[in-house]
């Protein structure tokens, strides 16, 4: 059974949709006792990082996902949900979950010629292993939209980067914790496929 | 590095596909959902559903049709035509849209454009533009304008001042319809793309006119688009996705080939 946090931060229909293609049982859930007791959990989010905490916070879901991540539960992050996992955002300055050290950051590029928000798709460059990860070559694409994206302090939390005028990080993570900047709801088969591995995952790396 | 997007462009009748000529007589030509589902597997970067339905009751028919393609397939999606108000986008965005455009209805009333992308975010808001040359004037300095309601209606618009304004008020894409290119496979019309891509700072998309793949190639490069959109070359059969990918790629432009 995948938990998908539903916490008002966009569209999580796609979503939905994705894990429903691949066969998988789907609760969604806004209730913080539901996610506590989550086996496998997906914390999606388009939109902006306050308002996000701010639901976050006021429904205790903050709380419920940090517990679940400490027990250890598979979780995977969607965009949004790979911005706030880190300890703030410069996205309005909030503070967010600060399961990860580091910022998320907005897009400086080098000229006009590289647009804002980062709309399309984009190579996804392993630099470290993962389960997740399994399967990507080079030049593999993926979908993202996104004006901001997470820079990890601890490079040990970077598995992927994707480059637009500047490189950066495109997937991040610890132990049962792996997100992606990229939606791979929305990534044709490949996006199908990671999201398929994370039906399988254990949460181990 | 992004890769140029391929969109193609689907127009659709109370739920049928429609025969793809929006400025003139339409005919249904088929089962829209099943045309999605060829170009996604064909490896399409995107879809836009364009609604040319006339009546309302039809109109409600868009949103089931909208829910069977999300269920169907996996890359972003967007539907255009007569989107009016912040509830015909949210309705759209929970049915499965990616993304809405809006044309008329924000030449008519700009604030739209703020509303909407509040309430479904910048990046859902797509504005849509036809536009076609005119001698320039006072009112009109680039030599382009807006036309609307299906490009029958000028409205003393400048084509380059409201995509910039559209920018500002929250648009995250543009697309740049030509209506003089529209349906001539002559290519699309290069000098006002790569006016208005090179005076915003959101990605834009060229439409009309594309006849062949050396005609996306050059809205892509010399045109200074971020994506393509095409409609007849891809629906009569002439290329492939494949087909266009391969050209481009190619001839050295970035486009997405393992799907």
Redesign the interface.
């Known amino acids: 059974m995948i938990t998908v946090i539903d916490y008002g931060a966009?569209?999580i229909?796609?979503v939905i949709?994705?894990c429903e293609?691949l066969g998988a049982a789907v609760a969604v859930t806004g209730n913080p006792s539901a996610v506590k007791q989550a086996e496998k959990i997906i914390f999606p989010g388009?939109?902006a990082a306050p308002s996000a905490m701010e639901n976050l916070m006021r429904n205790r879901l903050d709380i419920a996902l940090k517990e679940a991540v400490k027990n250890g539960v598979p979780v995977l992050g969607i965009c949004l949900g790979a911005q706030i996992i880190l300890e703030r955002s410069e996205e309005g300055n909030q503070t967010c979950l600060g399961l990860l050290p580091g910022t998320t950051v907005r897009f400086r590029v080098p000229d006009?010629?590289y647009?804002?928000?980062?709309?399309?798709?984009?190579?996804v460059k392993v630099v470290q292993h993962h389960p997740l990860l399994e399967g990507i070559?080079p030049?593999?694409?993926f979908?993202f939209?996104?004006?901001y994206y997470p820079r990890p302090a601890d490079e040990a939390n970077i598995y992927a980067i994707s480059?637009?005028g500047q490189e950066f990080c495109a997937a991040l993570g610890k132990a049962n914790l792996f997100a992606a900047q990229f939606h791979p709801?929305?990534?044709?088969?490949?996006?199908?496929e990671l999201l398929r591995r994370f039906l399988d995952w254990d949460g181990t790396v | 590095?992004?890769?140029k997007?391929i969109i193609v462009c689907l127009d659709v009748r109370a739920g049928k596909l429609a025969k793809s000529v929006r400025f003139a007589n339409t005919q249904d030509i088929g089962d829209p959902v099943e045309k999605a589902r060829y170009y996604?597997e064909e490896g399409v970067?995107e879809l836009v559903f364009y609604d040319i339905t006339a009546s309302r009751e039809e109109r409600e028919i868009l949103i089931d049709f909208v829910a069977e393609v999300?269920?169907q397939i996996?890359?972003?999606f967007s539907v255009g035509g007569g989107i009016r108000s912040v509830a015909d986008a949210a309705k759209l965005?929970?049915?499965?849209a990616?993304k809405v455009n809006i044309n008329s209805a924000a030449v008519r009333r700009k604030e739209l454009i703020t509303e909407i992308s509040k309430a479904?975010?910048?990046?859902s808001t797509v504005l849509s533009m036809d536009i076609r040359r005119v001698t320039p004037v006072e009112t009109i300095p680039s030599g382009y304008e807006i036309v609307i309601n299906g490009g029958t209606e000028p409205v003393g618009l400048d084509a380059l001042q409201w995509a910039k304004t559209g920018e500002a008020l929250g648009a995250?894409?543009l697309v740049i319809n030509s209506i003089d290119a529209d349906g001539t496979k002559d290519g699309y019309e290069l000098l006002l793309t790569r006016l208005i891509a090179?005076n915003v700072?959101?990605?834009?998309i060229a439409s009309g006119g594309a006849g062949k793949p050396e005609h996306l190639y050059a809205a892509l490069t010399e045109g200074?688009a971020?994506?393509a959109l095409i409609a007849s070359i891809a629906h009569f059969g002439t290329f492939t996705i494949r087909q266009l990918k391969d050209y481009l790629a190619g001839r050295g432009v970035r486009v997405?080939?393992?799907?």
């Open positions: 966009g569209n229909g796609s949709r994705a293609e388009v939109g006009t010629a647009k804002i928000p980062h709309i399309g798709w984009n190579e070559k030049g593999d694409e979908y939209v996104h004006s480059d637009h709801e929305k990534s044709g088969r490949l996006g199908l | 590095m992004l890769s997007r996604y970067d999300a269920r996996f890359i972003p965005r929970n049915a499965g990616e479904i975010g910048t990046q995250g894409e090179d700072s959101i990605p834009v200074h971020d994506a997405r080939r393992n799907f």
